[in-house]
Every structure is written in C-alpha cells, then in structure tokens.
C-alpha cells in the first residue's frame, strides 16, 4: 500500500514570496490533515478536511495560507506571501477513521523563509 | 476544549532499562488518545492507540500505555529501552466534541545510552 506523497521535500524562499506545497494521501482515506511543526515543537493542525469539505481550519493563518482539496483526494496548500516565522516542516496525513485508526503522516517538506 | 500535557521535554534512559514517558490530558469527552514516534529525518508513525476498549494498549515494538481515566493519564512504557528507541514521541488527545480533530503535546526526547 502506497503511503502518503508529498512535494517538494525541501523548498527555501525569500520573504514575501509565495510556495505550494501537494500532498497525495493514502487511496480511499477521506480525512486529511495539513499540520506545521516548528524546530522543537509538536505539530500544529492548520486545516483538516472530511472529502472535500473543511472540518476544522481555526488555526490556519488564511490572511496568507490557504488549502484546497477540490476532487476529495490530493490537496495544496498555498502560502502568499512568506514570513520569516513560517519556516518550518509541513506535514500531510491522512486517515480512514480518525477516531478509531489514527493517521498515516507523509514524510513532510521543509520550508526555509530568507 | 481538548489539551494533552507531556510532563517532560527530555527522558535518558540506559540501554535494557525500562521507559516511562508520561502523558496527561484533558477532555469533556471519552477520548481517543494516541502515541507517535517519529525518528530523526523520518515521518511520524502510529505506535498505539486508546479508543475505549481495553484500558492497556499495546503497540508496536514492545511499547504499550495504560488509559486511567481517574487520574487523566496516558503514559507509555516499555520494560526494556533499546538504542533504536531513542527518537521524539507524541502524545495525542482527540474526542467527538472537536470532531476527533486531534491536539499533539510538545513532544518527549527520549535518550537512550549505552
């Protein structure tokens, strides 16, 4: 079974720029989580969709960040323009039952904001 | 509102002793909780997970945790540490009421030495 994709692995911008970043999840698995996590801390839920629906996106930044997930399955998630203080690892899961079966993570793409 | 507290940023332990990384949590619900790993430069991965059946769980690679419910609690525990062990855990709280939209604590550092 394919795991979660996600691209690009690595990406350094300069402020105010704008960056994407995809993320494929596990085939099937309605629920999908993009999460920051800042050097140190744990991950911070920013948007979790339900198919193509927004279940919860209280702690997304959207003066800059937005998400989509249009057809159900891969989604995107858009800064514009960057700051400084969004560097960070972006984290993509996905999840067949979150309340039963936990989520499966991709491997992440790390940003750096110059 | 849902929040999990690890009670400690770092645990050392020697090779072949046991582990304790300790977890508490607060919910006004029943709530699923769970323990990630994530090693250096890799995903996060699923190690266990609590969804009101038995009250110790067991999980991969000989952790397990124990739900108390009196006292809020979550640890995770293994008898015996290994130098592969040592990596960041996760602790996770998620109940109906946010919709199972999960909550990480700030992580553990486990230190394993030879």
């Known amino acids: 079974e394919a795991g979660v994709a996600q691209s690009p692995r690595y990406k350094i911008i300069e402020k105010r720029q704008s960056v994407a970043f995809w993320c494929n999840p596990i085939s099937g698995h309605a629920t999908l989580y993009w999460y920051q996590q800042i050097l140190g801390q744990g991950p911070k839920l920013l948007i979790q969709?339900?198919?193509?629906?927004?279940?919860?996106d209280s702690q997304l930044p959207k003066d800059r960040f937005s998400a989509e997930r249009l057809k159900g399955v891969d989604s995107t998630l858009k800064i514009q323009p960057a700051k400084l203080e969004d560097s960070a690892v972006y984290l993509c899961?996905?999840?067949?039952?979150?309340?039963?079966?936990?989520?499966?993570f991709g491997p992440g793409t790390r940003l750096t904001v110059l | 509102a849902q929040s999990v507290t690890q009670l400690d940023s770092h645990v050392s332990v020697s090779e072949g002793t046991p582990v304790l990384l300790r977890c508490n949590y607060s919910s006004s619900y029943s709530p699923s909780l769970f323990w990630y790993v994530q090693h250096p430069n890799k995903g996060l991965q699923l190690l266990l997970k609590?969804?009101?059946?038995?009250?110790l769980v067991k999980g991969i690679n000989g952790f397990e945790a124990e739900f108390k419910k009196s006292e809020t609690s979550f640890h995770l525990t293994k008898p015996s540490a290994h130098m592969s062990d040592a990596a960041e855990y996760f602790c996770v709280v998620s109940d109906i009421r946010g919709s199972y939209i999960p909550t990480f604590g700030r992580g553990t550092s486990l230190i394993v030495h030879p």
């Open positions: 969709f339900q198919n193509n629906g927004v279940v919860d």
């Open positions: 899961a996905s999840s067949l039952d979150p309340q039963d079966l936990g989520q499966f």
């Open positions: 609590y969804t009101s059946a038995a009250t």
